[in-house]
Every structure is written in structure tokens, then in C-alpha cells.
């Protein structure tokens, strides 16, 4: 797949974020169709850093109910990515 393909977005959250500033974690918003292998080279390319590890998760979409009936939200898939000692990344 094309790196610029793999990765979606950043994932932003309190969590995420303090992940980032004490423990060198970033997280991102990835296609559905994307491999652990996939995530690394891509982060590696887009990026320019050296990637240790990779977490991967599918988070099912859950059915909400709105004024007008029910809907569901899309399935969304989610990496984890731990850089190398004294690596980062600038997403602002």
C-alpha cells in the first residue's frame, strides 16, 4: 500500500497525547486494510523516524440512537506506534 494511503489521520485524545510526551507513543487512525508491517513503513517513510513497535485495533462501530432513529458508526481501525529512544514526531 502507499504510505500516504496507510495512515489517516493522527489520533488526538488525553491519553493520546500524554502517551506522546512521556513515552515516545503516537497514535493514529489507519485503513481497515493496512498490516502491522504496513503502519511501520509508512510512519518510518512519511515521518523520517525509526519505529520499535506497533500496536493494532479494530474498534466496532456502535449503534447510537438520534432523533430520528437509530444509526451505526463505521468500524474504525487504530495503531499504536512506539518510536526509538530520542525520536519524535511534530504534528503541530
Known amino acids: 500500500m502507499n504510505p500516504a494511503d496507510v495512515i ?3 489520533l488526538l485524545t488525553e491519553k493520546s497525547t500524554l502517551g506522546m510526551n512521556e ?3 503516537y497514535a493514529f487512525v489507519i485503513d481497515r486494510r493496512a498490516s502491522k508491517t504496513d503502519v511501520k513503513h509508512a510512519v518510518e517513510t512519511l515521518y ?6 506497533v500496536w493494532t485495533q479494530n474498534q466496532k462501530g456502535r449503534r447510537r ?3 430520528y ?3 451505526k458508526e463505521p468500524v474504525v481501525k487504530k495503531a499504536s506506534v512506539r518510536l526509538a529512544e530520542g525520536q519524535s514526531i511534530e504534528l503541530f
Open 23 to 25: 513515552r515516545g507513543h
Open 8 to 10: 489517516k489521520r493522527p
Open 48 to 53: 523520517g523516524v525509526k519505529v520499535e513497535r
Open 69 to 71: 432513529g437509530w444509526i
Open 65 to 67: 440512537r438520534l432523533r
